[in-house]
């Protein structure tokens, strides 16, 4: 009953959108998956719309050049296109435009504030731009919100999740990599790399990046050759650093775990009919089972005690990805895609911890986990405070207009001096 009410609510929780352009639309790589703001959707003939949960307009962009043609018989029609967006056009009263234009500004922009008769506190501004003739921006900003992804910004756990996404990812891989490739290096001149079911592996993490690219990328004619050399690129990327990973750790995790390997050793040798396999792939989908339903429950808990649900995506950093909602090709890709990234981050820390052991040796790594705990559980706590004060103050922002400067009163003129008395 609880989460019936983000089904009303503006802005809304979760869009909807659809993206045509004149020319082909190719993504960035490697994904090469199209969304709504990739590739840019600033290019004159490019269309650009918003939905929400119940079908209501939300955003319309459709930038034009200087060179297009005007169309004097046209116009736009503004009650229909409040009425597009579940908006009474009586309910709102014309304002000044902001002093900041909108993407893709033309030569005449509209800006109106009023409420939402579905939710009547929130003041909802409209801005509308067309140029000669022709619909080129309509934006909904509920209670004064950002605009053009400031909202992301603001957002301190977004920041957050995208802080670490940005630095900690790729610094993690570049140290295994180079570590890595400096033990594998070491194990290869010794004899004692595996390079065999290396080459397996690797091979199996190549093959998961094609399927990536084949099921959820936005495949056209003109960009096919340019997207086939990317995505062999990123292949060839993931089986070296899969290659080497695996030539690098095999061997330590051999000579002090050898019962762990067994039956990872008998999958790759094509013996899938074993017991032991059987065995070690069915403890693992138990205790894939349980961790789903550990964060099912961590996520149901709240309403369980009566109080307000958390977020849906409220399971630690992770990307808010809806991609069940756009077929059943694009969550396979979408599920081989977190199949590839799991492998080379399990590989990567893996492959730091066997360097720690060569290194520091299996008396000291007790005491350096120790230490980085302390550092981890104190940086959490530190970023735990600065999002509840960021938190707070966008709260205090958005819930008190800001007062306006007392005006400086005027300076008080001086006393005129009083004549003194004399006898004449």
Same mark, same amino acid.
């Given at each position: 009953?609880?989460?019936?009410?983000?089904?009303?609510?503006?802005?809304?929780?979760?869009?909807?959108?659809?993206?045509?352009?004149?020319?082909?639309?190719?993504?960035?790589?490697?994904?090469?998956?199209?969304?709504?703001?990739?590739?840019?959707?600033? %290019? /004159?003939?490019?269309?650009?719309?918003? +939905?929400?949960?119940?079908?209501? =307009?939300? *955003?319309?962009?459709?930038?034009? #050049? !200087?060179?297009?043609?005007?169309?004097?018989?046209?116009?736009?029609?503004?009650?229909?296109?409040?009425?597009?967006?579940?908006?009474?056009?009586?309910?709102?009263?014309?304002?000044?435009?902001?002093?900041?234009?909108?993407?893709?500004?033309?030569?005449?922009?509209?800006?109106?504030?009023?409420?939402?008769?579905?939710?009547?506190?929130?003041?909802?501004?409209?801005?509308?731009?067309?140029?000669?003739?022709?619909?080129?921006?309509?934006?909904?900003?509920?209670?004064?919100?950002?605009?053009?992804?400031?909202?992301?910004?603001?957002?301190?756990?977004?920041?957050?999740?995208?802080?670490?996404?940005?630095?900690? %990812? /790729?610094?993690?891989?570049?140290?295994? +990599?180079?570590?890595?490739?400096? =033990?594998? *290096?070491?194990?290869?001149?010794? #004899? !004692?790399?595996?390079?065999?079911?290396?080459?397996?592996?690797?091979?199996?993490?190549?093959?998961?990046?094609?399927?990536?690219?084949?099921?959820?990328?936005?495949?056209?004619?003109?960009?096919?050759?340019?997207?086939?050399?990317?995505?062999?690129?990123?292949?060839?990327?993931?089986?070296?650093?899969?290659?080497?990973?695996?030539?690098?750790?095999?061997?330590?995790?051999?000579?002090?775990?050898?019962?762990?390997?067994?039956?990872?050793?008998?999958?790759?040798?094509?013996?899938?009919?074993?017991?032991?396999?059987?065995?070690?792939?069915?403890?693992?989908?138990?205790?894939?089972?349980?961790?789903?339903?550990?964060?099912?429950?961590?996520?149901?808990?709240?309403?369980?005690?009566?109080?307000?649900?958390? *977020?849906?995506?409220?399971?630690?950093?992770?990307?808010?990805?809806?991609?069940?909602?756009?077929?059943?090709?694009?969550?396979?890709?979408?599920?081989?895609?977190?199949?590839?990234?799991?492998?080379?981050?399990?590989?990567?820390?893996?492959?730091?911890?066997?360097?720690?052991?060569?290194?520091?040796?299996?008396?000291?790594?007790?005491?350096?986990?120790?230490?980085?705990?302390?550092?981890?559980?104190?940086?959490?706590?530190?970023?735990?405070?600065?999002?509840?004060?960021?938190?707070?103050?966008?709260?205090?922002?958005?819930?008190?207009?800001?007062?306006?400067?007392?005006?400086?009163?005027?300076?008080?003129?001086?006393?005129?001096?009083?004549?003194?008395?004399?006898?004449?």
């Amino acid at each position: 009953m609880r989460w019936r009410s983000l089904d009303e609510s503006r802005p809304p929780v979760v869009t909807f959108w659809y993206r045509e352009s004149p020319v082909d639309m190719v993504a960035s790589a490697p994904g090469y998956r199209v969304s709504s703001e990739d590739p840019p959707w600033r %290019r /004159p003939g490019a269309v650009r719309i918003e +939905l929400d949960g119940r079908g209501r =307009l939300v *955003r319309v962009d459709a930038p034009v #050049g !200087r060179g297009t043609p005007a169309d004097t018989t046209a116009s736009v029609d503004v009650n229909a296109l409040f009425r597009a967006a579940g908006l009474a056009w009586t309910d709102f009263e014309p304002i000044p435009p902001p002093t900041t234009a909108p993407a893709g500004a033309g030569d005449r922009r509209l800006a109106f504030r009023g409420l939402d008769r579905s939710a009547p506190p929130n003041p909802v501004d409209v801005e509308i731009v067309t140029f000669e003739g022709r619909l080129v921006s309509f934006v909904q900003d509920v209670g004064g919100g950002a605009r053009d992804g400031e909202a992301a910004t603001r957002d301190p756990s977004r920041r957050m999740t995208a802080s670490i996404q940005g630095a900690l %990812r /790729p610094t993690l891989y570049l140290a295994a +990599l180079l570590l890595g490739a400096w =033990l594998a *290096r070491r194990n290869v001149r010794a #004899g !004692r790399g595996d390079t065999k079911r290396a080459s397996r592996v690797a091979s199996g993490a190549f093959v998961l990046r094609l399927l990536v690219w084949l099921l959820s990328g936005h495949h056209t004619l003109g960009s096919l050759t340019e997207q086939l050399t990317a995505v062999l690129a990123w292949g060839l990327y993931d089986f070296v650093f899969v290659w080497i990973s695996y030539v690098a750790i095999e061997p330590s995790v051999r000579r002090r775990w050898p019962r762990v390997l067994t039956s990872w050793m008998r999958l790759l040798d094509g013996r899938i009919d074993d017991a032991r396999v059987g065995r070690e792939l069915l403890i693992g989908c138990l205790v894939g089972t349980a961790i789903s339903l550990a964060v099912a429950g961590h996520q149901a808990a709240p309403a369980w005690l009566g109080a307000p649900p958390g *977020r849906p995506d409220n399971v630690g950093f992770v990307e808010d990805e809806l991609m069940s909602l756009l077929g059943v090709r694009q969550e396979l890709g979408q599920l081989f895609l977190l199949f590839r990234s799991q492998l080379l981050v399990v590989m990567a820390f893996v492959v730091i911890l066997v360097v720690a052991l060569v290194v520091l040796g299996p008396q000291r790594l007790p005491e350096l986990a120790r230490t980085l705990g302390k550092a981890m559980a104190e940086l959490r706590r530190q970023t735990n405070d600065v999002m509840e004060e960021f938190q707070l103050q966008a709260m205090l922002d958005d819930e008190q207009p800001r007062r306006p400067a007392k005006p400086t009163p005027p300076p008080v003129p001086p006393t005129p001096a009083k004549p003194e008395s004399g006898d004449a």
